[in-house]
């Protein structure tokens, strides 16, 4: 397996985030059904990766380029119920992959 050098992976994550800000058209519960992993996760992920010294909110709005409850009433539509669906079958293959279920 390649390894990713450092600074290769942060401009390659300052990537992602840009293409997830410039992609308002793709929903969040769209990107959980799918890839199993939204923007929230994204910021989550950065705030756990920091061990604290980032807080969630403060991750997300750095993901979303405003906060995380801005960019939900700007861009995002309700959920329906077979987006859910998908969602939490999603997240089950999640968690099966990681070995939790």
């Known amino acids: 397996m390649t390894e990713i050098d450092d600074a290769i992976a942060a401009a390659a994550f300052r990537r992602l985030v840009e293409h997830l800000r410039m992609r308002a058209d ?10 199993g992993f939204c923007r929230n996760c994204l910021g989550d992920w950065v ?4 061990q604290g ?6 991750a997300r709005e750095a993901v979303h380029g405003m906060p995380a409850a801005e960019w939900k009433a700007r861009h995002q539509s309700p959920a329906t119920p077979e987006q859910l669906a998908r969602m939490e079958a999603s997240l089950a293959l999640n968690a099966k992959l990681r070995g939790e279920a």
Do not use: P, T, Y
């Open 47 to 50: 705030s756990e990766a920091s």
């Open 53 to 58: 010294a980032i807080s969630r909110e403060a």
């Open 26 to 35: 793709a929903q969040n519960i769209d990107l959980m059904g799918l890839a």
